[in-house]
């Protein structure tokens, strides 16, 4: 079945530094990336996401890349701010077999002051 | 004007027991979600429902049954409750049929 590696699993970054978060993923079908943020004790919130017809999309300081080729996404955040604080999960949709959002492990990403 | 509200927040009740989850949004969407996140924060989807029709069953114990009574409404009600079973649950919905758009602010179930 489809498979999400997400990476690194924890993130510490300099405030004003940029961050990256790498997925890859196993479906060569899957057409659809979402990345979800998380902060503590909340729900999960739809950031951005991408269709596999782009290579990249972006909104203001977050962006997104994918290589279909080599089945990888991330997520590029850019003068990262304390309140980027939080847990971001990528997933992908598997289209083989019964079609459902397979989500990575997470990442928690905290932004040093 | 919550846009996916589930009920209750928390959740804590003894082995054996059965319980139900309830959620509902208003923002109009055709498919709705249960998802399940354990302590280590991995998200699973447990159950979506599209228009009222059953789309996602994934490999959950038959412990777990949805109900949706209209396309603004799905209810998880558990049998039995077993330690495992502690979590958040999240439920969630979207205007289309693959994946989740908005989330529900979860519910702690704690089984003790």
Redesign the interface.
Known sequence: GENVEQHPSTLSVQEGDSAVIKCTYSDSASN?F?WYK?ELG?????IIDIRSNVGEKKDQRIAVTLNKTAKHFSLHITETQPEDSA?Y?C?A?KIQG????V?G??TRLTINP | DTAVSQTPKYLVTQMGNDKSIKCEQNLGHDTMYWYKQDSKKFLKIMFSYNNKELIINETVPNRFSPKSPDKAHLNLHINSLELGDSAVYFCASSQGWDSPSVFGQGTRLTVV
């Open positions: 659809y979402p998380q909340k729900r999960p919130q739809l847990v999960f997933a949709l019964a079609q459902k959002l989500f492990q997470g």
